[in-house]
């Protein structure tokens, strides 16, 4: 069953909502929903569309393993649960089918500035977290990056609480201004990790002789950052 686009937007006195039967939420069926703080998903196949749930009052929201981050329009994509701002936890469950990548969406949790904590699915091994997915995000601070394999541009920028992250060898990718002004006070970027910038809808690598460049800025303000390792190519 289909809820189509902007179904309930702007209802802001709904509180809760039931969609175990719903199996596919359109774009910006529940946006603006401020009193929603209640929703239960279903345990079959759904997709979740572009700001589906933008600046609703969620507080804590489980996804469910079958559950799909969905954007058929570019100029609409991601945002999913954007500007929730009473949003603290995030439960990712393990997934159905974890042959395939765990994919984030571009500005799914996009000024969620109450976030602190994401669990992300314990059996997902190749986790892609994309343009700025948890921007400006100031609260979170529980984030494993164990099984994070590409983190892509603007990611956690803003994220002034994140003051660990534990790379592993998986990781490929850090894009750019990702850690920007972020907490963190020590890092170890491993061998095969590039910088990466993500410009005209391609994801191209560039070195620094490249116009460019000033894209980068990784870890561009990091104030309280001390330490930096980069290990040694294998």
Request: aromatic share 14%.
């Amino acid at each position: 069953t289909y809820i189509g686009d902007n179904a309930f937007k702007n209802c802001s006195k709904l509180e809760s909502i039931n969609l175990e039967y719903i199996t596919n939420i359109g774009t910006g069926v529940f946006e603006n929903c401020t009193s929603l703080k209640e929703v239960t998903f279903s345990e079959n196949e759904v997709t979740i569309g572009a700001r589906a749930f933008e600046n609703t009052g969620l507080e804590t929201i489980t996804i469910p393993s079958k559950a799909v981050f969905y954007s058929k329009d570019a100029e609409w994509s991601g945002y999913q649960f954007s500007n929730c701002l009473n949003l603290k936890t995030v439960i990712f469950e393990d997934r159905a089918d974890n042959s395939k990548p765990f994919y984030i969406d571009e500005d799914a949790f996009f000024e969620c500035k109450s976030l602190e904590t994401v669990i992300l699915p314990q059996n997902a091994s190749n986790i892609i977290i994309d343009n700025s997915a948890f921007l400006n995000c100031k609260n979170l601070k529980n984030f494993d990056f164990s099984n994070v394999t590409k983190i892509y541009d603007f990611a956690f920028k803003g994220c002034t609480k994140i003051t660990k992250a534990d790379f592993s060898d998986k990781l490929e990718v850090i894009g750019c201004h990702a850690f920007e002004n972020t907490g963190l006070k020590k890092i170890t970027i491993p061998s095969n990790t590039q910088f990466e910038c993500y410009l005209s809808g391609e994801r191209e690598h560039y070195d620094d002789t490249d116009a460019y460049a000033d894209w980068f800025g990784q870890f561009k303000d990091c104030k309280n950052l001390k330490t930096v390792v980069f290990e040694k190519k294998k």
